[in-house]
């Protein structure tokens, strides 16, 4: 009886790797952190930075930042030799401007965000399509960069200079909330990208975006007579190629070229000339080259998840219907199909047949 209740009453023996992750799972997330630490090739500073921008997260987001330090994303450099890490913290640290509607630490926790799942760039409602694609490959190919623009755009006087030698500046109706779904973020960014520059139509408005001619016709003549013509047919909202080419440039460092651009005449554009933007951006493509193209919008296609093959009969298209474009980035054509990231938030695929039939023009990386 009494050998029975001492086999009973023994304790079992448990295995020592489950003793280790039972006293991980227990730790708090800080010492998880200083674990993580004491095993990277952070030099001392890079560690107490680490601390600081880990510091100002919540929970959730101190384990997406955990994830990019075990990966060794941090140590990415920007244009200007600065580290991700450096850019997290001067994001952490920086002064919002009055009336934000966020805080350096809630701009830091949408930046890490943005890192662990780039398909939280979206353009939303707003007809930012061209900025949206540029902010996702600087996102996607250039993490530190973008931190960088980050920082200098949602703080202090809202201004940085791009890698291409000009000017990102925050355009002013763009930093309260404008109801769009948006983050600060996306909205900040793509507001001031669809702005950067000089454009013909005048200066953007993220409010009503819409372009504004200066409200001098004699001290801005060509905006002013730009802006209404591209009033009249319809274009007095989002970017052109010659545009997106300049991002290209400026925001991506990239040298690049435009393909069937000419502008306001979408639907006029001859046969052989869409066949030969077609067959450049297949060689372009399959040479590894960033490509965005506009492709006439099909918005019961162009949905999450909606395949069904939509080929268009451009003899049948209405001149209004052929300027409503929506730029997309082409990620891959294989097997009689075209990948790509839509600007509202995923990726998907259309048939090539289809994709030709829909293709404006586009830029391309050189």
């Known amino acids: 009886m009494g ?17 280790k992750a039972q ?6 997330a800080a010492e998880r952190d200083q674990l993580a630490l004491s095993t990277s090739a952070l030099s001392r500073a890079d560690q107490a930075a680490y601390q600081a921008v880990s510091g100002a997260l919540g929970a959730a987001d101190r384990a997406k930042l955990a994830a990019l330090l075990a990966k060794g994303g941090l140590a990415a450099k920007d244009s200007q030799g ?21 805080t350096a630490k809630e701009a830091l926790a949408q930046l890490v965000g943005h890192l662990a799942d ?8 707003h007809n930012t399509c061209g900025p949206t694609t540029v902010q996702y490959l600087l996102l996607t190919r250039q993490p530190a960069e973008y931190a960088r623009l980050v920082a200098g755009l949602l703080g202090g006087e809202g201004r940085v200079k791009l890698q291409g030698g000009q000017e990102l500046a925050r355009v002013g109706d763009s930093l309260a909330n404008d109801g769009s779904g948006r983050d600060d ?7 001031a990208m669809i702005d950067q520059g000089g454009h013909l ?11 504004h001619a200066p409200t001098s016709f004699w001290r801005h003549p060509i905006q002013a007579i730009s802006n209404k013509l591209a009033g009249w047919v319809g274009g007095n909202f989002g970017i052109g190629e010659t545009s997106e080419k300049r991002l290209f440039e400026q925001v991506l460092g990239l040298k690049a070229h435009t393909i069937g651009d000419v502008p306001f005449t979408d639907f006029l554009l001859p046969k052989f000339l869409r066949d030969r933007a077609y067959d450049e951006v297949v060689k372009a493509v399959a040479a590894g080259k960033v490509v965005a193209v506009d492709i006439v919008t099909n918005e019961l296609h162009d949905a999450p998840g909606a395949q069904e093959e939509h080929v268009l009969d451009r003899s049948k298209l ?8 929506h730029q997309i980035l082409i990620t891959g054509i294989a097997d009689g199909k075209v990948s790509y990231r839509n600007p509202w938030g995923y990726e998907t695929f259309m048939s090539q047949a289809e994709f030709k039939s829909r293709l404006q023009d586009g830029t391309i990386s050189a």
């Open 185 to 191: 973020l996306n909205r900040l960014l793509q507001a």
């Open 23 to 28: 006293a991980a799972v227990a730790k708090p």
């Open 82 to 102: 600065q580290s991700l890490l450096a850019n997290l913290q001067a994001v952490a640290t920086m002064n919002v401007p009055a009336g934000a509607p966020y």
């Open 118 to 125: 780039p398909q939280r760039v979206q353009q939303a409602d």
């Open 3 to 19: 050998a029975i209740e001492n086999v009973s009453r023994a304790t079992p023996v448990v295995p020592r790797a489950v003793v």
């Open 318 to 325: 209405s001149y209004s219907d052929a300027m409503k474009s």
């Open 201 to 211: 139509r005048g200066r953007y408005s993220n409010v009503d975006d819409r372009w």
